[in-house]
């Protein structure tokens, strides 16, 4: 089992940045692939980013590729989402979650999820 808890969510201007950080208690998180999703408000939850539980592979939606950046410290068993140049469009809750392999961006295939932390970004 593994218990995931989001934070560093806010209020932010548009071209600002911010990091979203998410601590995992429970089993080690360096067994698991580590992904962010999110969810605007009325809109279903879609994937952002992964990252392999080794760090060398990372997996970014089109949406935030070259503008958020996924990693992990797995002594530390956190996982982090660095997004920066933030836009009006990213405003939404957004989750971390766990999958016990690599290269899905399925919510299905996440088997752990955290509870979710706000972003907002104003125009």
């Known amino acids: 089992q593994v218990q995931l808890a989001e934070s560093g969510g806010g209020l932010v201007q548009a071209g600002g940045s911010l990091r979203l950080s998410c601590a995992a208690t429970?089993?080690?998180?360096?067994?698991?692939?580590m992904g962010w999703f999110r969810q605007p408000p009325g809109k279903e939850r879609v994937f952002v980013a992964a990252?392999?539980?080794?760090?060398?592979?990372?997996d970014y939606a089109d949406s935030v590729k070259g503008r958020f950046t996924i990693s992990r410290d797995n002594a530390k068993n956190t996982l982090y989402l660095q997004m920066n140049s933030l836009e009006p469009e990213d405003t939404a809750n957004y989750y971390c979650?766990?999958?016990?392999?690599?290269?899905?961006?399925?919510?299905?295939?996440?088997?752990?999820w955290g509870q979710g932390t706000q972003v907002t970004v104003s125009s």
């Open positions: 979650a766990a999958a016990e392999f690599y290269g899905s961006r399925r919510r299905n295939d996440y088997k752990y």
């Open positions: 429970g089993r080690r998180n360096s067994e698991f692939t």
């Open positions: 990252i392999h539980w080794g760090g060398g592979n990372t």
